[in-house]
């Protein structure tokens, strides 16, 4: 089953700020939620394992993020896939914007994601809120970063 | 099923430590949940902490004008006792209603709040009465207790003991059950309590259990249906999903609160 997401959040750094952090490793990592281990295998592909806890099931997934579509610094692609073993799969993406503003830099995002499997079999009434719940957390989580000069 | 380790402690000082203590514990209540989770392997503890050992934790009792219910305390029970049926019969009737007489006789009140699946059915009793969650270490505000869809306030080492719930001077309780789960894709506690009227949303928040403020305002105005009867609910933060668009569940929610409403003033 397929999800489509979208939202927005002020940052109060330059955009070339906020465009820096959105491609630092370090920084995904600790925004990703349940993000355990990212590993750069080239500028633009990391090797992650994630672990998502929703109610009573907890599973970890392993796979890949990528970043592409560039065009710096104004927008790009953020796109996840991975492997939840017996659970099933999950995967998505994200176009992000990011444009000035008077007190910073406005983000700009759509996301969509998509899973299957198990997961997905017991998951109808769970899982469109928790893909939106992941994906709130991600961009809340990088603005907070951002905004407490970390990046 | 992983292989996992289980512990029934005698108290609940034990239960504590347990999960304080051991690698990646989980509680077991009623198991309803929990256990067809791992059947599916869809989660893999260390060890399971069984609760049904602790002395104490069903019990039934008046408390002030209200009533404690422990939270080990199974739906069935609730639903078939005298003195719930008395104090707050919408509870009674609302327990009645969970799932079928298999859950009702295993599944627990602790295990449902701690749970907070959006679509149970206790949150919107704790929440719609305003009662207080009562864990090993505090007592917490159901507004407090659930913080988001599968989120509770709780620690991971803490407990659900119990619910204060305070008497309402009428309530009432109605959900539309997805025919298959028997959850609700849509219900409504309306409670007129002594500061006010609360009206608590199940089934259909994308973030849980929620309270309905403009209902509850209009019904503190005057407890009537006609008070409602031009009210909207905005889809925005409503669930879609196969079961139902968020359009069609709000227009579900403001029939369900209606229902609650007629059940209140009967
Ligand atoms: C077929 C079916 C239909 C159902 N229909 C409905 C329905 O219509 N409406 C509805 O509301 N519910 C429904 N349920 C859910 C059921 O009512 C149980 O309430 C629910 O499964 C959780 O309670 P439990 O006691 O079984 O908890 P468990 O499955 O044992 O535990 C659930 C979770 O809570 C934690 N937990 C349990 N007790 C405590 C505690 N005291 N303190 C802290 N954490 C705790 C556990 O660690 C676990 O994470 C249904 C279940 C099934 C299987």
Known sequence: MALEMSGSYELPVTREKAWEALNDAEILKRCIPGCEELEKASDTEMKAVVVSKIGPVKAKFRGTVTLSDFNAPESYRISGEGDGGIAGFAKGGALVELTSSETGTTLVYKAEAQIGGKLAQLGQRLVAGTAKKIADEFFKNFAEAVASGDA | ?266
């Open chain 2, 1 to 266: 099923m992983y292989a996992f380790d289980y512990q029934r402690p005698s108290a609940l000082d034990e239960a504590v430590a347990l999960l304080r203590d051991l690698d990646e514990p989980k509680v077991l209540a009623g198991g309803q949940t929990l256990l067809p989770t791992l059947k599916q392997r869809l989660a893999q503890p260390g060890s399971l902490v069984d609760l049904s050992r602790i002395p104490g934790l069903s019990g039934i009792e008046r408390r002030g004008e209200g009533l404690f219910i422990g939270a080990m305390a199974r739906h069935a029970q609730v639903a078939t006792s005298p003195l719930v049926q008395e104090v707050i019969p919408a509870l009674a009737e609302l327990a009645g209603m969970i799932g079928d007489p298999a859950v009702r006789n295993r599944g627990t009140l602790g295990g449902s709040i701690a749970n907070n699946d959006p679509t149970a059915d206790y949150p919107a009793a704790c929440l719609g009465l305003g009662a207080s969650i009562v864990t090993n270490a505090r007592t917490l505000v159901a507004d407090d207790f659930f913080t988001g869809l599968f989120e509770t306030a709780l620690g991971e080492d803490e407990l659900v003991v119990g619910v204060e719930f305070p008497a309402p001077a009428r309530a009432g309780y109605a959900k539309f059950r997805n025919p298959a789960s028997r959850y609700a894709m849509a219900g409504a506690f309306v409670a007129q309590m002594a500061d006010g009227v609360r009206v608590a949303i199940t089934g259909a928040g994308q973030g849980g259990v929620f309270r309905w403020a403009e209902a509850e305002e209009a019904l503190h105005a005057d407890f009537r249906p006609e008070s409602i009867a031009e009210l909207t609910l905005d889809a925005s933060d409503i669930m879609s999903d196969l079961h139902g668009s968020a359009d069609y569940r709000a227009q579900l929610v403001k029939v369900m609160t209606l229902r609650a409403l007629v059940a209140a003033l009967r």
